[in-house]
């Protein structure tokens, strides 16, 4: 099985440090790695792969992102590219993305894209799932789990408040891995060194087959969100004409009435009646 | 070294390295019973001229030297990077040195502030009595020192290494050297496939260097004759610097604090100021610590807190706080410096000169450094790597005045450390300035009245000044 891995540089979480004036991060100063869930990808990559597949890294970054390359290197993957675009500004999810369908494209295409779920610097979750668009392969989020079988990728799903979802995707697809799921092995010192001798090619845009303009999407609008402030709420009080002992329980509930959700259960007709009913009594409808 | 003929300097070096043996009483053919069980390195061991363990000052140094002459050097670091486990802020008194290796370094090297003032404060709890001395000459390349922070600058040197030949390898922690026969040949990684060979093996791992004692060069320490430092980097902007401390754009000012600042526990504390940040700290015997049942951190609390510093690091910000390990017993705790394919160097090799004022490290590990990678350049020159060979390093160390100013100074750590050294006359110097300074409506009083005066009441036996002035007479004077 050939699987690719496609690694973020992001800065090492203990040499980030805020000047408390201007805010600004002192690059100087910062060092960087591939995020947890990158490796968490990277190891799940090696795992399923086994001796017999192949596993190749990719990274979008400048020459300093050669780093967690030269990590998955000696970890055991076989090959590692690093993608860039020296003279553009580089940010958006999408514009990574982009490089990273391109050089899928060509040379073998793998049976599996992994991907980190959420990089530890911006986080926007997004590459994994844009990626998968420009390649035109499903793709599940937030993973948990995966297992391969035949053409076949079988995968549990994070959902909210702990809740768990089971997958089945047809190869290729692209996953985006949660961090945490499994720990990079610790490389061996023959890996180590061959990774630290090993060049690492670099394809641009040329090389890619992609043209400045291509890269050119909308740019982001930000807005400044500020924290809302919490809802005024009326003091009960509670009704002065009911007897006393119920004011007293009205007091120490606090006139609250436990939410409740009602299961509609029926032929669907008869519940989407029932549903728009609730909606028009309510005025939402 | 050079006016001796070649047997006599052999002779002396033997001497030399007879008395250090002596002096700690176990080399590795004294003491087989302590020796661990010597693993052969694993066949298929990929090979190199010079293994240098250890990425700090001394064995960037080494590499750098070896690399330079052509050698297959590989330097081993167990951090991320040269430099990440070393405690931050320093004063680097070794310029004229590096300026020898890499001609005006500071040019290209990540320095902070040249070091033009310096300041030697006795300290009571309330009172201090300094000594300051400055100069526009420490402003003049070569420069007599610097004030660094360790992480960058150490992955600078390193950095020059690599640009000499050198293949560095980080993350890699080395757990024990290999032996074939009485032969150091190599060394083990924490790591699968973690044997490499080497004709010679440089161990500059730092302070109560695992390496040594696992080659058996090295006995195990007294409390006593280690401390602990503990420092902070406080961020401050450049401009509040220059004003508090009165300096012009990059001169720096280093002080050193002896006296009350460590209370009952023996040890000083120092002060540097780097571009926009301060690097201080305070450095207590391991073993008055324990007997005092302090932990260093309050002390470093107290000295923050003392009248005379408190106003030098208001508004400091702290950046960042570490702890290390410091040899100090100098001459009396040197290891056997060398033995069959394997020579140590700098902290490892308890080369750092810890002496009230003098808190010199960083500039003996290069020199240390340097002159072992000479003598495994040397080594490969007439390919042999005995320990008869490398015993040239010492005629090295010597040469460029390591060992020489290390038995110089081999009596100022005990005086240094001693409690009236530590305690009484700081109290004293600081009494007799108090009553010199004060008017208080009384008779204006003559210098040798308060000084006897001053004498009387703290009580010290005339006997024990005398022995006193001679220690330190010859701790520093002689
Ligand atoms: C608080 C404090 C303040 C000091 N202030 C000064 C000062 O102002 N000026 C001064 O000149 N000196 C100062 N010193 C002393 C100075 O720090 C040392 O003398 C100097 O760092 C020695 O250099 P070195 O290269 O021998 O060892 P180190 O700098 O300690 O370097 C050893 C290197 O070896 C690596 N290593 C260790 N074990 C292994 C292993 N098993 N495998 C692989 N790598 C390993 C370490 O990670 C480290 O990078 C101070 C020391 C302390 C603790």
């Known amino acids: ?285 | 070294m050079a006016f001796l003929s070649k047997e006599a300097s052999l002779a002396l070096v033997q001497r030399v390295h007879r008395l250090i043996g002596m002096k700690n009483g176990v080399t590795p053919h004294d003491a087989p019973q302590r020796r661990r069980q010597r693993s052969a390195p694993r066949p298929g061991a990929e090979r190199f001229d010079v293994i240098v363990v250890g990425a700090g000052p001394a064995g960037s140094a080494a590499a750098l030297v070896a690399a330079r002459a052509g050698l297959k050097v590989l330097l081993l670091e167990r951090g991320e990077y040269p430099g990440s486990k070393n405690v931050s802020g320093a004063a680097f008194y070794g310029s004229a040195i590096l300026h020898e290796l890499i001609p005006n370094w500071w040019e290209q090297a990540p320095v902070e502030r040249h070091l033009t003032r310096r300041v030697l404060a006795f300290m009571t709890a309330e009172t201090s009595v300094a000594i300051d001395f400055r100069t526009t000459r420490f402003a003049e390349p070569p420069y007599n020192g610097f004030s660094i922070l360790r992480p960058r600058f150490d992955r600078w040197f390193a950095d020059q290494a690599v640009a000499a030949g050198a293949f560095l390898l980080n993350a890699a922690v080395v757990d024990e050297v290999l032996w074939e026969d009485d032969q150091v040949v190599g060394v083990r990684v924490r790591r699968d496939e973690g044997d490499l060979r080497a004709d010679v093996v440089i161990a500059c791992d730092g302070a109560n260097s695992f390496l040594a004692k696992n080659a058996g060069l090295q006995r195990e320490f007294h409390a006593h004759e280690m401390s602990l430092g503990v420092k902070e980097v406080l961020a401050l902007d450049e401009a509040t610097i220059r004003e508090r401390f009165h300096l012009y754009d990059n001169d720096g000012l280093a002080i050193e604090y002896i006296g009350a600042i460590t209370e009952e526990v023996s040890g000083g504390g120092f002060l540097y100021t780097n571009r926009d940040s301060l690097s201080l700290g305070v450095i207590g015997q391991i073993s008055s610590l324990a007997e005092h049942r302090r932990r260093p951190y309050e002390l470093l609390e107290t000295f923050k807190r003392h009248p005379s510093v408190a106003p030098l690091v208001r508004g400091g910000r702290v950046r960042e706080y570490s702890a290390h390990i410091i040899p100090e017993a100098g001459w009396n705790m040197l290891p056997k410096l060398y033995t069959g394919g394997m020579l140590v160097a700098g902290d490892a090799a308890a080369l750092c000169f810890v002496a009230g004022l003098y808190l010199e490290g960083i500039n003996y590990a290069i020199q240390s450094g340097i002159a072992a990678g000479e003598t495994a350049v040397a080594a490969h020159r007439e390919r042999d790597f005995s320990a008869r060979s490398l015993a040239r390093y010492l005629e090295r160390l010597r040469a460029r005045y390591v060992l020489t100013d290390f038995a110089n100074y081999r009596h100022a750590p005990g005086l240094v450390n001693s409690p009236r050294l530590q305690n009484l006359y700081p109290e004293l110097i600081a009494g007799a300035a108090e009553q010199v300074f004060r008017v208080n409506g009384g008779p204006k009083r003559k210098l040798l009245p308060i000084a006897l005066d001053t004498l009387r009441r703290a009580n010290i036996s005339p006997i024990h000044m005398l022995q006193d002035a001679w220690q330190a007479g010859r701790s520093f004077g002689w």
Not at chain 1, 246 to 254: C, F, V
Request: aromatic share 4%.
């Open chain 1, 1 to 285: 099985m050939r699987i690719a891995v496609c690694l973020k540089q992001v800065p090492d979480p203990t040499t980030v440090e805020v000047d408390p004036l201007t805010a600004a991060l002192d690059a100087r100063r910062l060092l960087y790695i591939a995020g947890p869930a990158d490796t968490a990808a990277l190891e799940v990559a090696l795992q399923l792969a086994g001796a017999e597949g192949h596993v190749s890294a990719l990274c979008v970054g400048p020459p300093a992102a050669d780093a967690v390359l030269r990590q998955a290197l000696a970890a055991g993957a076989a090959e590692a590219r690093r993608l860039w675009a020296p003279f553009l500004p580089l940010q958006s999810p999408a514009q990574t993305a982009l490089l990273l369908a391109a050089a899928l494209q060509r040379g073998e295409t793998p049976d599996l894209v992994l991907c980190g779920a959420r990089s530890s610097d911006h986080g926007s979750g997004q590459v994994p799932a844009l990626l998968a668009e420009f390649l035109d392969w499903p793709v599940v989020c937030d993973v948990t789990q995966i297992t391969v079988e035949g053409g076949l990728a079988r995968v549990q799903r994070r959902l909210d408040r702990g809740a768990r979802e089971e997958l089945e995707v047809p190869l290729p697809a692209a996953l985006a891995v949660e961090a945490g799921i499994a720990r990079l092995r610790h490389a061996s010192l023959t890996g180590l060194m061959r990774a630290e001798r090993a060049a690492i090619p670099v394809s641009e845009l040329d090389d890619l087959g992609l043209e400045p303009a291509d890269l050119a999407f909308p740019a982001p609008t930000a807005r400044m969100v500020t924290p809302p402030r919490p809802r005024t709420r009326p003091i009960f009080t509670p009704d002065s004409t009911r007897p006393a002992h119920e004011r007293i329980t009205q007091i120490i509930t606090a006139g609250v009435t436990r939410k409740s959700g009602k299961v509609l259960e029926g032929p669907p007709e008869q519940m989407a009646d029932v549903l728009v009913e609730f909606l028009r009594e309510r005025g939402f409808v």
